[in-house]
C-alpha cells in the first residue's frame, strides 16, 4: 500500500530554514506529480508546493515568496521541501501528499502523517 513518511520538521528561528522530507513507498513515485500540504494550530489545510513527476515544473502558493524550493530525488523515491526565511506564520504541520496524476491539480489521494515545524524565538 501507499505510504508516504515525512521528516525534518522541528523548532527554528525566524530567518532560520528547514528541509523536510518525505520517503514513499507502495507505488511508482517517479509516475506522480507530489505536493506539500500544510494546516496550521486551528486552522484549515493549505496547499504549499507541488512538484511533477520528473522535476520539469514546480508550482507554490503566494505565500512561498520565493522562500521554499520542492524537489525530488526519483532514484531515492523522496521528496523534499527545503524551506528558508521561515516566518511565524509558516508554524504548521507539513504533510507530503499524492496527486492522482503526473500534474498538479489532479486531486490528492494519499497523504503522510505530517511533521511539525515550529518557527518561533
Known amino acids: 500500500q501507499v505510504q508516504l513518511v515525512e521528516s525534518g520538521g522541528g523548532l527554528v528561528q525566524p530567518g532560520g530554514s528547514l528541509r523536510l522530507s518525505c520517503a514513499a513507498s507502495?507505488?511508482?513515485?517517479?509516475?506522480?506529480?507530489m505536493n506539500w500540504v500544510r494546516q496550521a494550530p486551528g486552522k484549515g489545510l493549505e496547499w504549499v508546493s507541488a512538484i511533477k513527476t520528473y522535476g520539469s515544473s514546480t508550482w507554490h502558493a503566494d505565500f512561498v515568496k520565493g522562500r521554499f524550493t520542492v524537489f525530488r530525488d526519483n532514484a531515492k523515491n523522496t521528496l523534499y521541501l527545503q524551506m528558508n526565511s521561515l516566518e511565524p506564520d509558516d508554524t504548521a504541520v507539513y504533510y507530503c501528499?499524492?496527486?492522482?496524476?503526473?500534474?498538479?491539480?489532479?486531486?490528492?489521494?494519499?497523504w503522510g502523517q505530517g511533521t511539525l515545524v515550529t518557527v518561533s524565538s
Open positions: 501528499a499524492k496527486d492522482r496524476g503526473i500534474t498538479y491539480g489532479d486531486g490528492l489521494d494519499a
Open positions: 507502495g507505488f511508482t513515485f517517479s509516475s506522480y506529480c
